[in-house]
C-alpha cells in the first residue's frame, strides 16, 4: 500500500452503503492505492458536511498558453490541511462525437492523469467534456502536450467561447437518427476549434445536436443553438408490423412499460388519441396518417419502432437560444429554421452560423448570452441579421399587444409631415 | 474498410485523429512534455487546434458495420435494449450507472470488462451512464453476470443495469462541494442519496414514464435543471458578505455593480481607519434574489453560508417533443435545509413525489403532463406539498403564469372557504 | 309589492331611486334648473351622488314576479329566446340590432314599441343590443311582425332580430370619427359596412360557435377588442408631428416624455426665431411604435394621418371560460388602408375568416380554439392570409410566444425548403 | 320641417343601404326633424371620411361643479363649417344595472337631450354608461340639475376615478346566475359614488359582476375588478332531461346551432369528450360528474341547460387587474380569491377592495392601472397588502425561475453575518 494518509470521514462514510455506485469508496480505493488527492478530497468533502460550505476558493484564471479556455482554476481554502489539493485545477478534454472511447484510449487517459493528476474525473461533464478533476498548474502545459501528441485529443472550451459540441448516439445504434449526430457533431467541433479555444465571443456558446425530436442530449433546453433532426416527407408504415402490435405480438415502446400491468394494448387510446394533432385513424385493420398534419412529436413511432419510422427526406430544424436562467431566466431555444439539409459539408448552416455569430459579436454585450441578445433585439432583428424568412412556424402565437414597429419605407407618403398642412386642415 | 469511414476521411484530409490507435497505442512517455514544451519558445512542437479523434474508430465492430442502419430496436429488459439492423445483425446495448465522479480505476475496470466482452469499446450516454455492446445472447448473459459481480468495499454496485424505458435514469449533475467555487449544496452526495433510495426505480419498467432528475448545486445551473421531471437544486438565502477589505483589490466594482439583475448593488465610498476613503459596495438586502451572479464576477462578495443555503426542488420539466413541447421544471418547494450526508428531507420529498406521481399519471405521461392534466392545485393537494408564495412567479415574465380564468378546482386550499 | 323589491329597498334605506315613476312622470320643467342653480352658490339645491335608479322598478312584471326563480331558456329562432321559470311562468326575449349610436327619436319608436307589446320595458344588452319582452307567443309574433316592418328611409331595418346562439352579432365598438380625437379610423361607418356583410350570419344560427366581433378606433381599445373572436384595430403608423410653438403652452413636457413606454421622447431646447431658447421635444423615430399615448399627454403631438392610419385586424380572443380560459386576440393584419365609407378590404377580409373559421371548425370551437388546434401556420395558410414579421411579438412578454420545440406543422411557408 | 341646413354628404350616404341599422338614416331623419347638430356630424363625418383623419381637437377639461369626471370635453376643429357642434361634449350617465328602462323614463331624456344637447347618444357606452353625445359647456349644469331631479340619474365616471360598474342581466332573466349580479352592481354604485365622483386613484378603476363564468359582462377582460359568479357544491342533474337530449327531445345548447346539420346529438363527443377536465361520463343511462374535479367551465350545463344547473352553494371568484394595453400590453382579470360569498351588504368584498385601493393609492403611479401596479410589485405583494392567503389557485403554474425573494426573518440565523467568522472558515 502507498504512503498515504487517510483522514477521518465518518459523513462521507455514509455514502458507502446503498446499491447506487458510491464514490465515496471509488475515491477511498483509489485514493488507498497511491493517490492522495483522493483521500484529501474526501477530507475536504467531509470538512463541507461539517459546515455546509464548499471549501473552493472563487476560481483563479489559469490555463494554456494561446488558449482562453479549456482549464477551469481551482483552490483550496484549507490548503494547509488538505495539502495535495491545494491547487485543483479540471481539465476539459473534447469528448468523441458520442462518447465511445477504446480500452486502449481509456487506459492511456488513466495513465497520463494517474500522472500528472488527481487521478478523479468526470466522464462526462454536463456539457459534454471529458472533466480532468484536479491538478496543479505547473501540469498544465505537459497535461496539454501529453493529451494532443499521446490522445490525439484536445482542450474543451470554457470562458466566453464556443464550448464542446455534443450530440447523441445517432445513427450509431438509434433507428430514429435523422441526420448523422454524431458526424455533425464532429464536424462543428472540428470546423470551430478556433472559436473553441480562443474567445472572442460576448459569453459562451453551445452547440448540441440530437438525430430526432426526442432530443436525446437536450439540444433545445441546453444549447444556444440546437440541431435536431426531422423529415418532411411521409412517417413509413408496416401495417402487418401495426396489427403484430395491435394483436399484441410485439411490445408497445419497445418493451419501456414491462414491469407493469397497464392492460392490453389499445392502439386507440395509446397512440391514436394521444397523437397531439390527432391527425391518425383506423380505417379496417390500416393505421392512417395524414401526415400534413403531423407535427412529428415521435409518439407514435416511439411506440410502435418495428411499424413506424421517420420519413426519408431528412433535414434538421434548427433552434436557437437556450440558456440556463442567469441573468434573463431560463430560455428554450426558439425555432428559426424549419428544415434545413444537413450534408457535409454543411455550407449552408454554416453560414447561418457565421451570420448570427457576426451579429451576436457586434451587438451582444459582456456576459449576454445569444437568447439574451434575441430577446433584447427582438426575433425581427435575428430574422433580418440572418437573413431568414419570417413565417408562423417560428412562433407560438401571433402577437396579442398591437405594438407594432413600422419603417418609413413601408408607410405611404413615408414619414415626413408638414405641421402647417396638418394645422391647416385641423384647427388647434 | 468501412465505407462511411472512407467518406468521412476524405472530407477531413489526413485529420490528426483519423489513425488514433497509432498514437494510443505507443505506450506513455511521461518525458514527452518535457522534452517538447520550452517555456521560452511556447509554440515550439505544440499541437492545437486537433480537436477529439474521430469517433468512429472507436465503435464496436457491430456498429461499424450497421452504422446508420438500424431498424427498430427492444428494451429485452430493464438496462438491455436489443438493436435490430436492416443488415439482420442485432446488437444488445447494455446500460449501467454511474457516479460519473470516478477514479482512474474504474475506468480501468470499465476498460477490462470492455475487453472482456465488447471488443474493447465502451461509451457513455447523454446522462453519464456507461454502455457495453455485445452481439450475442450468450455474451450478454455473460456481460450482465460479470457487471452483477462488481461491487464496491461497502456494498454498493459498480456497475448497476437499467435506466432504460419508463425508469429513473441518472441524475443528471454538476460539482457541488467536489469542486466549485459557488455551490448552496453537494452534487455527489446528494445524488448517490437520491439514487440509493431510488434504486427500485432504476432497474425496473413501472413508472408511468420516464422521470428524468438532475441536479444543480447552485442558480447557475450547470445541471440544465430547468426542463427536468424533478430538480433538485441549490438555493442561496442569505445576502452576499462584502469584504470592504479586499474587494477593490480583487474585483472590479463596476462589474460587480452590472452583475446585478435586479439592481441591488451600489457603489459607495467608506472612511477608512487611517482617516482615508475606499471605494466598496453596498447590497440593498430587500432587492436581493441570492442568484450570486455577484459572487461570481467578484470574489469579496461570498453568499455561501451553512445555514442560509439549502436545497429548492422543480417538478414537470421536460425536453423531449413527444405528445408535449418541452416545458420548464417549477418550482414546488422553495427551501429543504442542507443535510449531509444523506439528505434525508429531500431524499423523502423526491420518493413521495415520485410515488404519487406514480400512481395517479397515465401511461406515457410525464411528471409535468399529469400536473397540469389534474392541475397544480390538485398536484399540491396529492403530494400534500404545502403551498407558498415563494411558488409565485415575481420575475421579468411573471404575468404569464397568473391565473386568468375563472377555471380551477376546489382543493385542500379553498375547503375552508 | 315584490318581496325582492322590499328586501333591497329596505339595504338602502329611502333612497332618491327607488320610487323612480314619481320622478319620472312629472312632465319635464326645462327651466327648473336656472330655477334651482345659482353659479355663484353652487351647492345650492344641487344633488349629488344618487347613483342610477333600482333597477326593479324598471323590468317587465313576468321578470319582476320570476326574478330568481327562472330554470332553462331555448332559443326558438335567432334573435328569440324563451325562458321558463320554476313558477311554470314563460318570457320571450326578443333581440334586435342597433347601431348604438342612435337619436332621441329612434329611442321614443323603442319606448312605442315598449309600450305597445312590453308593459313599456326595454333593456340594452351588454353588446348594444335591444331586448324586448314578451310573455306568450301570440305577442311574440306580433312583436316580430311590427319590428319587421320598421325600416329606415334607406332601407336598412330599425330592428333586425338576431344575435343569438351561434351567430355573429353586435359588434362592439367607439367613436371613431364621431367623437374622438385620437381615432385611427371610424368606428360606426365601419361596423354598418361589416354587419351589412355578415348580416346572414346575424340572424341565423349556422357557425360553429359565437364569432364575437370588435372594433377599437385606436390602441386605448375603449372597445376591449383584445379578446374577442375577430378584432378589427384603427392603428397609426407615423410617428407623432411636435409642434414646437404650441408644445410649452399646452403640454406639460415632462409627462409627455415619460408617457412613451419606449422612451422614445426627450426633452430638447431650440433656437427660436428671436434668439431666445424654447424647449420641445423631439421623437426617436425609430423607436416609435404609435401607441399614441404621447398624444393622450399632449395635444401638441398629434399621429393622425389619412396615409399612414388604417385598420389592423386580430382573432382568436374569447372572453369565456367555456371549455378553454379567455384568451387573447392576436395581430394576424398589421395594415388595410382606410377605405371610406364602406372600407370594402376590411369588410372582404372579416367575410374570409369568419367563412374559413366556419366552414373548418368543430361544433362549439370558438374562432382561438380552432387556430390553435389546427395550428397558427395553418391559419395563415387556410385563410389565405400572408405572414409577415409584424405579427412576431416584440413587446415585453414575447420570449414567451417564441417557437420553443421541433413540433409545428409543413405549410405552404415550407413547402420550398 | 324645421329650419336646418343638410350638408352634401355623398360618401356617408351609401352607408345608407344594406339591412344593418343605418346610423347615417337615424342621423339624418334626426336632424332634418330640427336637430342641426345631427346634420353639421354627418357634414364633418364626411370630412372626416374625405381626409381620414378626425376633426375633433383634443379634449378639453369642463365637468360640472364639485364632479371630477362624467363629461368628456369635445371640440370640433372645423367650427366655422359645423357650428352647431363646435363644443360637442359628451355626458356621461349611470345606466340601470341591468339595462332595463321603462318608456317613461326613456321619452324623459329625450326630452332634455333634445333640449339640451344633440340628440344623439350612445344606448350605451362601452363601460356601459348611458352617453349622451355632444353639448355646449353652458349646458353642463342644467343637465346636471334636469337628470339628476327630474330623472332621478347621476353622472358616470371618467378620468382617474371609478367608473360606473356594470353586470350582466343575471338574475331578472337567467338561470346560470349564481350571484345576484344586477343587485351587486347597483350597491357597487351606490357605496361608491364618492369614488365615481371625485378623483382620488392613480388611474381609472373598473367593477364588472357577471352572474356565472359564461361572462356576459366581459369581467375578466374589462374590468380591474372582476366579480364572477360560481358554485362550491355539485352540478345539479336532472337524469330524465340527459335522457331527453340524447334521444333529441330537447335540443343540444338550446337550439343555438339550429340553422346547420351538424347531426344527431353525441353526448359523448360534444359534452363529455369536450368537458376541459375529463370530469364526465356515462354510467348506463346516468350522467355522472366528478365535481371535484369540475373547473365549472359551464360547457355541460349550455349544453344541456334543462338536464344541468350549477349547484346551490354559491359565491363569487373575485379576479383583478384586466385592462387594455396602454401602457405595459393588455391584462386579463388574475385570481385573487377562489371563493366569496356575495350577499348584501356585502362587507367581506367591500372590506377587500378597501385594502387593494388603499395599496393602489399609497402606491400606485400616476396612470398606472391596478394591473400594472400588480405586475410591478407582484402578487405576492398583493395577497400581502389584501391579507390573502397564497394558494395554487392564483397561479396558472408555478414559478419555473429560481429567483425567490426570502426576509431575514424566514432564514435561520437571519441575515447578520460576520466577515471574520466566515473566513476563519474559509482562506480568501
Ligand atoms: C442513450 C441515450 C442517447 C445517448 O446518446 O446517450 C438515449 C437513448 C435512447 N432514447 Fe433517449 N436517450 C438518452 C437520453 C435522452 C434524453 C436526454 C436527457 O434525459 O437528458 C431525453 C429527453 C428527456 C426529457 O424529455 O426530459 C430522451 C428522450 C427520449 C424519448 C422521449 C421520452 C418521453 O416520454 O418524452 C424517447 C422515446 C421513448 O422513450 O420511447 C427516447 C428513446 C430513446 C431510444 C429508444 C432511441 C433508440 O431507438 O435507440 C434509446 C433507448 C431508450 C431507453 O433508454 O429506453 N429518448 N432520451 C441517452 C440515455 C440517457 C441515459 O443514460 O439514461
Ligand atoms: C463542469 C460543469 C458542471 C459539471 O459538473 O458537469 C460546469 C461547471 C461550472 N459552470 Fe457551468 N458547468 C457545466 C455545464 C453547464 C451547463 C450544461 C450544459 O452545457 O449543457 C450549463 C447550463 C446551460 C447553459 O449554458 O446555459 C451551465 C451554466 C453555467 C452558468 C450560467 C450560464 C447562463 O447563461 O445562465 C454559469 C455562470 C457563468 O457562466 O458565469 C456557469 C459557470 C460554471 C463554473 C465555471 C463556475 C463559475 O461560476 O465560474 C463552474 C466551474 C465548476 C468547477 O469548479 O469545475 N455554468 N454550465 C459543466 C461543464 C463540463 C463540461 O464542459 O462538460
Ligand atoms: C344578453 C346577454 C347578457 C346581458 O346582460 O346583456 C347574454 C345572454 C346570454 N348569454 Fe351570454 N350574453 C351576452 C353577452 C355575452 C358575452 C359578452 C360579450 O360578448 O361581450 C359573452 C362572452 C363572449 C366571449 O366569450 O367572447 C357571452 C358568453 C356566453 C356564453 C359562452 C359562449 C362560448 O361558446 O364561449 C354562453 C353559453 C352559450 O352560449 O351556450 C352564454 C349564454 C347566454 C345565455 C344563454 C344565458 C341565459 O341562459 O340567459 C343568454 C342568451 C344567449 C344567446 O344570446 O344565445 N353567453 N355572452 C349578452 C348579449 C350580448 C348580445 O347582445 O349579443
Ligand atoms: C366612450 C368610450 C368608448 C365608447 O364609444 O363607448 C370611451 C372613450 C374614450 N376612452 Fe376609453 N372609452 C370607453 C370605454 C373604455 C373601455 C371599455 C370598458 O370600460 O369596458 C376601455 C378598455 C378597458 C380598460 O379600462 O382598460 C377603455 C380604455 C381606454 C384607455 C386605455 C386604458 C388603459 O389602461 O389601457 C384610454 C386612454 C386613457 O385613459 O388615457 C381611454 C380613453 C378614452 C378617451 C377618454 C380618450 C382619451 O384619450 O382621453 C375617449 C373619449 C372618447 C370621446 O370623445 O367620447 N379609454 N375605454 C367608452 C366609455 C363609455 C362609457 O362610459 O360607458
Ligand atoms: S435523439 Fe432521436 S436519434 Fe438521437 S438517440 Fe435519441 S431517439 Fe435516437
Ligand atoms: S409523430 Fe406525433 S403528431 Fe405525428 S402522427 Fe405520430 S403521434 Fe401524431
Ligand atoms: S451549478 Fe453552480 S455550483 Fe454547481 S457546478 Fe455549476 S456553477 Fe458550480
Ligand atoms: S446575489 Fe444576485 S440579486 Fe443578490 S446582490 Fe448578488 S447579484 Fe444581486
Ligand atoms: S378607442 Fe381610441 S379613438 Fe376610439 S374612442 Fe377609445 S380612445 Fe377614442
Ligand atoms: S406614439 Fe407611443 S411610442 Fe410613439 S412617441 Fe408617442 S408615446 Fe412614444
Ligand atoms: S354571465 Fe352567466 S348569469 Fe350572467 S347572463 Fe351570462 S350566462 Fe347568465
Ligand atoms: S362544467 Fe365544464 S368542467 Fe365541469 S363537468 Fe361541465 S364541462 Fe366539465
Known amino acids: 500500500m502507498a504512503d498515504v494518509k487517510k483522514h477521518d470521514t465518518p459523513m462521507c462514510d455514509e455514502l458507502k452503503t446503498g446499491n447506487w455506485p458510491s464514490f465515496v469508496d471509488d475515491l477511498e480505493q483509489r485514493g488507498l492505492a497511491g493517490k492522495q488527492e483522493c483521500l484529501d478530497l474526501l477530507g475536504q468533502l467531509e470538512l463541507s458536511y461539517k459546515h455546509k460550505e464548499t471549501h473552493w476558493k472563487?476560481?483563479?484564471?489559469?490555463?494554456?498558453?494561446?488558449?482562453?479556455?479549456?482549464?477551469?482554476?481551482?483552490?483550496?481554502?484549507?490548503?494547509?490541511?488538505?495539502?495535495?489539493?491545494?491547487?485543483?485545477?479540471?481539465?476539459?478534454?473534447?469528448?468523441?462525437?458520442?462518447?465511445?472511447?477504446?480500452?486502449?484510449?481509456?487506459?492511456?487517459?488513466?495513465?497520463i492523469w494517474d500522472y500528472r493528476g488527481s487521478g478523479m474525473t468526470n466522464f462526462h461533464g454536463s456539457t459534454g467534456d471529458i472533466i480532468l478533476l484536479g491538478t496543479k498548474s505547473n501540469q498544465l502545459e505537459p497535461i496539454f502536450y501529453d493529451v494532443t501528441h499521446q490522445l490525439g485529443t484536445d482542450l474543451g472550451g470554457s470562458g466566453s467561447n464556443l464550448r464542446t459540441p455534443a450530440g447523441c448516439i445517432g445513427k450509431s445504434r438509434c433507428e430514429y437518427a435523422c441526420i448523422d449526430s454524431e458526424a455533425i457533431c464532429y464536424d462543428l467541433t472540428q470546423t470551430f476549434q478556433d472559436e473553441l479555444h480562443r474567445p472572442a465571443f460576448p459569453y459562451k456558446f453551445k452547440f448540441k445536436v440530437s438525430g430526432c425530436p426526442n432530443d436525446c442530449v437536450a439540444a433545445i433546453a441546453r444549447s444556444d443553438c440546437s440541431i435536431i433532426g426531422t423529415w418532411k416527407d411521409d412517417i413509413r408504415i408496416d401495417q402487418s408490423a401495426v396489427q403484430a402490435y395491435v394483436n399484441g405480438e410485439l411490445k408497445p415502446n419497445a418493451g419501456a412499460h414491462s414491469d407493469r400491468d397497464w392492460g392490453k394494448f389499445d392502439i386507440q387510446k395509446e397512440v391514436i388519441d394521444l397523437c397531439p394533432t390527432k391527425c391518425m385513424w383506423m380505417e379496417g385493420k390500416d393505421l392512417k396518417i395524414d401526415n400534413r398534419e403531423c407535427t412529428r412529436c415521435m409518439h407514435c413511432i416511439n411506440i410502435m419502432p418495428v411499424a413506424l419510422r421517420p420519413g426519408v427526406n431528412t433535414g434538421a430544424t434548427i433552434l436557437l437560444g437556450a440558456?440556463?436562467?442567469?441573468?434573463?431566466?431560463?430560455?428554450?431555444?426558439?425555432?428559426?429554421?424549419?428544415?434545413?439539409?444537413?450534408?457535409?459539408?454543411?455550407?449552408?448552416?454554416?453560414?447561418?452560423?457565421?451570420?448570427?455569430?457576426?451579429?451576436?459579436?457586434?451587438?451582444?454585450?459582456?456576459?449576454?448570452?445569444?437568447?439574451?441578445?434575441?430577446?433584447?433585439?427582438?426575433?425581427?432583428?435575428?430574422?433580418?441579421?440572418?437573413?431568414?424568412?419570417?413565417?408562423?412556424?417560428?412562433?407560438?402565437?401571433?402577437?396579442?399587444?398591437?405594438?407594432?414597429?413600422?419603417?418609413?419605407?413601408?408607410?405611404?407618403?413615408?414619414?415626413?409631415?408638414?405641421?402647417?398642412?396638418?394645422?391647416?386642415?385641423?384647427?388647434? | 474498410m468501412n465505407e462511411y469511414f472512407e467518406q468521412q476521411k476524405e472530407l477531413y484530409g489526413d485529420n490528426y485523429g483519423f489513425n488514433i490507435s497509432e498514437i494510443i497505442n505507443k505506450p506513455y512517455d511521461k518525458d514527452l512534455p518535457s522534452k517538447l514544451y520550452d517555456p521560452k519558445k511556447p509554440m515550439q512542437n505544440r499541437m492545437t487546434d486537433i480537436g477529439p479523434p474521430h469517433f468512429f474508430q472507436f465503435l464496436p465492430p457491430v456498429i461499424q458495420r450497421n452504422h446508420g442502419k438500424w431498424k427498430h430496436h427492444e428494451i429485452v429488459q430493464p438496462g438491455v435494449i436489443k438493436y435490430v439492423s436492416e443488415t439482420g445483425e442485432t446488437c444488445f446495448a447494455v446500460r449501467c450507472g454511474s457516479a460519473r465522479l470516478i477514479t482512474t480505476d474504474l475506468i480501468r475496470e470499465i476498460a477490462e470488462i470492455a475487453d472482456k466482452f465488447c471488443d474493447g469499446s465502451v461509451r457513455w450516454t447523454t446522462r453519464n451512464n456507461i454502455e457495453f455492446h455485445v452481439e450475442t445472447e450468450g455474451q450478454l448473459r455473460a456481460l450482465l453476470d460479470d457487471l452483477n459481480g462488481r461491487k464496491f468495499p461497502g456494498g454498493s454496485s459498480?456497475?448497476?443495469?437499467?435506466?432504460?424505458?419508463?425508469?429513473?435514469?441518472?441524475?443528471?449533475?454538476?460539482?457541488?462541494?467536489?469542486?466549485?467555487?459557488?455551490?448552496?449544496?453537494?452534487?455527489?452526495?446528494?445524488?448517490?442519496?437520491?439514487?440509493?433510495?431510488?434504486?427500485?426505480?432504476?432497474?425496473?419498467?413501472?413508472?408511468?414514464a420516464q422521470v428524468r432528475i438532475a441536479l444543480a448545486c447552485c442558480l447557475n445551473m450547470c445541471g440544465a435543471v430547468h426542463c427536468s421531471d424533478i430538480a433538485i437544486l441549490g438555493v442561496h438565502r442569505k445576502p452576499p458578505l462584502v469584504e470592504d477589505d479586499r474587494i477593490t483589490g480583487v474585483c472590479e466594482l463596476p462589474l460587480a455593480v452590472a452583475a446585478c439583475p435586479t439592481g441591488a448593488i451600489r457603489p459607495i465610498s467608506i472612511d477608512t481607519e487611517s482617516g482615508g476613503k475606499k471605494k466598496t459596495v453596498r447590497v440593498n438586502e430587500e432587492k436581493c434574489m441570492f442568484c450570486?451572479?455577484?459572487?461570481?464576477?467578484?470574489?469579496?462578495?461570498?453568499?455561501?453560508?451553512?445555514?442560509?443555503?439549502?436545497?429548492?426542488?422543480?417538478?414537470?420539466?421536460?425536453?423531449?417533443?413527444?405528445?408535449?413541447?418541452?416545458?420548464?421544471?417549477?418550482?414546488?418547494?422553495?427551501?429543504?435545509?442542507?443535510?449531509?450526508?444523506?439528505?434525508?428531507?429531500?431524499?423523502?420529498?423526491?420518493?413521495?413525489?415520485?410515488?404519487?406521481?406514480?400512481?395517479?399519471?397515465?401511461?406515457?405521461?410525464?411528471?409535468?403532463?399529469?400536473?397540469?392534466?389534474?392541475?397544480w392545485e390538485r398536484f399540491f393537494e396529492k403530494c400534500e406539498i404545502p403551498f407558498t408564495e415563494k411558488s409565485i412567479d415575481d420575475y421579468r415574465l411573471a404575468y404569464d403564469t397568473y391565473h386568468t380564468t375563472t377555471q380551477f378546482k376546489w382543493s385542500i386550499h379553498t375547503d375552508n372557504l
Open chain 1, 58 to 111: 472563487h476560481g483563479g484564471i489559469v490555463g494554456v498558453f494561446g488558449y482562453g479556455g479549456g482549464v477551469i482554476g481551482r483552490y483550496s481554502d484549507v490548503p494547509d490541511k488538505y495539502p495535495s489539493i491545494a491547487h485543483f485545477h479540471t481539465v476539459r478534454l473534447n469528448q468523441t462525437s458520442s462518447k465511445f472511447y477504446s480500452s486502449a484510449y481509456l487506459r492511456k487517459l488513466c495513465e
Open chain 1, 323 to 428: 440558456k440556463a436562467p442567469i441573468l434573463d431566466g431560463a430560455q428554450l431555444s426558439s425555432l428559426a429554421i424549419p428544415f434545413i439539409r444537413m450534408e457535409p459539408p454543411y455550407d449552408e448552416f454554416k453560414d447561418f452560423v457565421g451570420k448570427i455569430w457576426d451579429w451576436w459579436m457586434e451587438e451582444g454585450k459582456n456576459r449576454e448570452r445569444f437568447g439574451e441578445l434575441m430577446q433584447r433585439q427582438s426575433l425581427q432583428k435575428l430574422i433580418k441579421m440572418a437573413e431568414l424568412t419570417p413565417i408562423p412556424q417560428m412562433i407560438k402565437e401571433p402577437r396579442s399587444n398591437p405594438y407594432v414597429f413600422w419603417s418609413a419605407e413601408e408607410v405611404e407618403g413615408g414619414w415626413e409631415r408638414d405641421v402647417k398642412a396638418f394645422r391647416s386642415r385641423h384647427a388647434a
Open chain 2, 158 to 208: 459498480k456497475f448497476p443495469v437499467g435506466g432504460t424505458g419508463a425508469s429513473v435514469t441518472n441524475i443528471v449533475h454538476t460539482q457541488g462541494w467536489v469542486h466549485c467555487h459557488t455551490p448552496a449544496i453537494d452534487a455527489s452526495g446528494v445524488v448517490k442519496a437520491v439514487m440509493d433510495d431510488l434504486y427500485e426505480y432504476f432497474d425496473s419498467h413501472k413508472l408511468p
Open chain 2, 292 to 375: 450570486g451572479n455577484c459572487y461570481t464576477m467578484c470574489p469579496a462578495m461570498p453568499l455561501a453560508d451553512g445555514e442560509g443555503d439549502g436545497v429548492a426542488i422543480l417538478v414537470g420539466g421536460k425536453i423531449s417533443n413527444r405528445i408535449s413541447a418541452p416545458k420548464f421544471s417549477k418550482l414546488v418547494i422553495p427551501f429543504i435545509p442542507n443535510e449531509p450526508p444523506r439528505w434525508d428531507s429531500t431524499v423523502k420529498i423526491v420518493r413521495n413525489i415520485v410515488e404519487v406521481y406514480s400512481s395517479s399519471a397515465n401511461k406515457y405521461e410525464r411528471l409535468g403532463e399529469w400536473a397540469e392534466r389534474i392541475g
